[in-house]
């Protein structure tokens, strides 16, 4: 291969590295907006968000929120130690246990790349589980599924409303306890 040939093929990459991140980007921000639109309105009992964004074909990035009394039981800051030991606890097993909640085909051989759990207070102080993951896996997930669990963990949770973006759409999906497959 010639030097304007080593190049070409140097820029066409860095080319191709920009656009796919700046569509990630765009994508991510997009997401974002849209969550934290809903997060600072009034949230609804029964009722949760998970974000699915396909980041390029192998990488799963999702993000859950859930009025906390859903989840724990109470919307508060945690006063007791009781309270503080159901809470953490929660919060540890959403980190720690992924796939409990979010479930791929096992032929695509994923794992978990990263995760993060956490309370979050509206202005009127009511508290929102939030979870994060970022699930890399060795095979596409394109055209997948994926099963979700998190109405089964959480029986208050009756409805989950899922955003899913990839590079070719978007769309709305609702899960309940009996529908629990989203089709990447």
């Known amino acids: 291969m010639n030097t304007n040939n080593q190049i070409n093929s140097i820029f066409i990459s860095i080319f191709r590295f920009v656009a796919v991140s700046g569509i990630t980007a ?3 921000l997009t997401a974002s ?3 934290n639109e809903h997060h600072h309105g009034a949230h609804v009992h029964g009722e949760a968000q998970l974000s699915l964004i ?3 074909t192998n990488t799963l990035v999702a993000e859950f929120r859930s009025p906390a009394h859903d989840i724990i039981g109470f919307e508060h800051k945690p006063g007791s ?3 503080r030991h159901l809470s953490e606890s929660v919060l540890q097993d959403l980190e720690k246990n992924y796939n409990a909640y979010i479930q791929t085909e096992s032929g695509l051989k994923c794992r978990l790349d ?3 759990a956490e309370p979050g207070f509206s202005a ?3 508290m929102d589980i939030t979870a994060f993951y970022r699930i890399k896996c060795e095979h596409s997930l394109e055209g997948s599924e994926i099963k979700v669990f998190f109405t089964e963990k959480f029986p208050d949770l009756e409805k989950l409303h899922i955003t899913l ?3 070719t759409r ?3 999906i609702i899960l309940s306890k009996n529908k629990n497959i989203v089709k990447l």
């Open 165 to 167: 973006v990839t590079a």
């Open 81 to 83: 130690d009781e309270e």
């Open 124 to 126: 009127d102080d009511h």
């Open 54 to 56: 396909l980041d390029d």
């Open 114 to 116: 990263s995760a993060k």
């Open 33 to 35: 907006c849209d969550i």
């Open 170 to 172: 978007q769309e709305s």
């Open 26 to 28: 765009v994508i991510l």
